[in-house]
């Protein structure tokens, strides 16, 4: 799933061993059938989409990518109308075992790809009259999710994240076979809370899609895995296909390794636990059975009436940029219309994108993030690259005049808050160890360093009008909404389907809390270790200490609490790094760790604030030393500020969904 890889940026361990080491890699695994040229009605400079063609292109690409990322193995399917132009595989699906990726058979997880099944699924049942999109979904369910701001979600505001939900990820990835739970009882128990009215902000929700997909099982009366192996599998003859959590025996064999890097061991099989969202096993030869049936207005799936209300829908989005359709991500390259899903599992990185102008399909999956996340770079790469040889198209973007664009681009400076996040709870702390920011290069342009990941290439932001700026390098646009004067939110076309960006909060502005926290940090580790350095010191010249009675209990009180802040602190800090390397590990397993830091933070940074302010105070009534009153006063300081971070970020409570 999309938020993943995000988080996992920068994580992945840099491998020691190049992919040369591993051995030579198998000879690529093809099915190939012949199409015929694109229509004449194509840019003359279009190349030709022949199997040969586009066999020559990818081999030209894929391995030296995949080999540098250091992946271990990938499929890519290309179809046509209904015929399938190329399936290919390259790599190992078991580095182990030499075990080659066979396009009919290995199976990838393409993470939130398998969305778009669930969306189909919920087409159906508005195709049968069970559902209707625009109705709320309370009047499906066996629970009742409140309104917000007076308004109920719809399926709608579902398959176009705009159901308002915050991020959550207590309940979603897992090695635990035993985390796998029914929707039955999922659902109640992973509500989330929602922080935007519903149709308002695109923010992507996994838990919302795993909603619709028990919507679905209660309308149909067939449990989740069975409606979609009986209503999309079996009429399209996906033999290797499931959504079912631990794999069928009989589809163990075929399951590729997902790997950290291709220098490593495979890990566990990933159990998606809300699983409409993302547990979906396929091959890519069956994937490209998925994406002929849409090309061709949902056949063997849906009327193309169905079909073609889920692929035109254009949800409100930020400016000229992308955004939803039903279900979809809408994606723009060289005047062409795709639409799209991406999917990501800690292992597994994907792409699905249908071209419905030029009848074109695309897939790739990959079993590895690669060095630095850089599957996700090669999916994007792989998207325009592909674009640019076989639908091509002359764009003529304007330009603002340089004094404007350099006034816009100041505008644009500052840090944000990404509407894909959480924010009621202890997780929004993430939010701030990781806040966006836009600044401005030294010729003046804007540059948003968290998303370079996103591209392969670097990033030149030209703006083309009024505070819409285009990337030279590959075409995708960035805009931003202003309003009095002031820039409100926005986003960039890679996200702005399910994802904006709005100005930080002065409160949570990381451009000054992050300074001050480590100020804060810094300031009660001094304190912490004075003590005993200077009890040490007095002992050895035998020297009394100058306080006493009241003063003398609240400076060991002050240095008692400031010892918790930091024994706080480093439990925070083990819970983030377990995270990064396992998210499921926060899903059971670390529960007594985070009870007991939700406890101690906010015991340890409010007893800290009114023990140094009792010092201080008595340092100033006893008229100390300057030195004394200082130290005392920076402490308070520091109090202060671990305070507001505990409150404003949630680190208390008792409450289970995050």
């Not at 050895?540 to 706080?568: D, I, M, P, Q, T």
């Not at 083990?574 to 499921?584: P, Q, R, T």
Request: charge should be positive.
């Amino acid at each position: 799933m999309r938020f993943i890889r995000k988080a996992m940026i920068g994580l992945a361990a840099l491998a020691a061993v190049p992919l040369a080491a591993q051995g030579p890699v198998p000879a690529p695994t093809v099915k190939k059938v012949e199409a015929a040229p694109l229509p004449a009605a194509k840019p003359a400079q279009a190349a030709t989409l022949s199997s040969a063609d586009l066999e020559a292109f990818l081999d030209g690409f894929l391995p030296y990518a995949l080999e540098r990322a250091r992946i271990p193995g990938a499929v890519v399917v290309v179809v046509r109308g209904d015929q399938v132009v190329l399936e290919k595989g390259y790599g190992y699906a078991d580095v182990a075992k030499r075990k080659p990726v066979l396009p009919e058979t290995t199976l990838f997880r393409p993470g939130s790809v398998s969305k778009l099944f669930t969306w189909t699924a919920v087409m159906q049942q508005v195709e049968a009259g069970k559902l209707d999109l625009d109705k709320d979904v309370n009047a499906y369910l066996d629970f009742k999710i409140p309104p917000f701001e007076g308004k109920p979600i719809t399926l709608r505001n579902i398959m176009t994240h705009t159901a308002g939900f915050e991020e959550s990820v207590r309940h979603l990835i897992s090695n635990d076979p035993k985390a796998v739970m029914t929707l039955k009882r999922q659902m109640p128990l992973a509500l989330p809370q929602r922080v935007f009215a519903p149709g308002t902000t695109p923010a992507y929700s996994n838990y919302a899609t795993a909603l619709a997909g028990y919507i679905v099982e209660r309308v149909s009366g067939e449990p989740f895995d069975d409606y979609i192996d009986n209503h999309i599998f079996r009429p399209l003859g996906m033999t290797h296909a499931t959504f079912r959590q631990p794999l069928p025996k009989a589809l163990v064999p075929d399951m590729a390794g997902g790997y950290p890097d291709v220098t490593q061991k495979a890990r566990p099989f990933e159990m998606v636990i809300p699983a409409p969202a993302g547990s979906l096993s396929a091959s890519g030869a069956d994937m490209g059975k998925f994406m002929i049936a849409h090309l061709n207005d949902g056949a063997g799936l849906l009327k193309p009436e169905t079909a073609k209300m889920m692929h035109d829908f254009k949800a409100p989005g930020v400016g000229p940029l992308n955004s939803m359709a039903l279900g979809f991500y809408e994606q723009w390259v060289n005047g062409h219309r795709a639409i799209a899903h991406g999917g990501d599992t800690v292992w597994f990185h994907s792409y699905l994108w249908l071209f419905p102008d030029a009848d074109i399909g695309v897939f790739i999956s990959m079993n590895s993030p690669g060095k630095e996340g850089a599957a996700g770079a090669i999916r994007s790469a792989l998207f325009h690259k592909f674009a640019d040889r076989y639908l091509p198209g002359a764009e003529k973007p304007g330009q603002v005049d340089e004094k404007t664009a350099r006034q816009h681009a100041k505008m644009m400076v500052g840090h944000y808050v990404s509407s894909r996040g959480s924010f009621t709870n202890f997780m929004s702390l993430f939010g701030l160890l990781g806040q966006p920011a836009v600044s401005l290069t030294e010729d003046g342009k804007i540059t948003v360093p968290g998303l370079e990941g996103l591209s392969a290439g670097a990033r030149d932001w030209v703006e083309v009008e009024p505070f819409v700026w285009r990337d030279t390098n590959t075409g995708e646009r960035l805009a931003a909404e202003v309003k009095d004067g002031r820039v409100v939110r926005w986003s960039l076309d890679a996200g702005s389907p399910f994802m904006v960006f709005e100005p930080a909060p002065a409160g949570v502005n990381a451009a000054w809390l992050n300074p001050a926290l480590i100020f804060a940090l810094g300031i009660t580790l001094l304190a912490a270790l004075a003590w005993p350095v200077r009890a040490l010191v007095r002992r050895s010249f035998a020297a009394n200490f100058v306080l006493e009675g009241k003063a003398l209990r609240a400076y060991r009180l002050s240095r008692v609490f400031a010892w918790l802040v930091l024994a706080a602190v480093i439990g925070w800090a083990g819970l983030v790094a377990v995270f990064s390397a396992d998210i499921g590990s926060i899903g059971g397993p670390l529960d007594w760790l985070i009870h007991l830091l939700r406890i101690l933070t906010p015991v340890a940074a409010l007893g800290l604030l009114a023990a140094a302010v009792w010092h201080f105070w008595l340092s100033i009534q006893g008229k100390r030393r300057w030195t004394m009153k200082l130290g005392a006063m920076l402490l308070v300081l520091a109090a202060l500020i671990l305070a507001w971070v505990t409150l404003a970020f949630h680190l208390y409570g008792f409450g289970m969904v995050y």
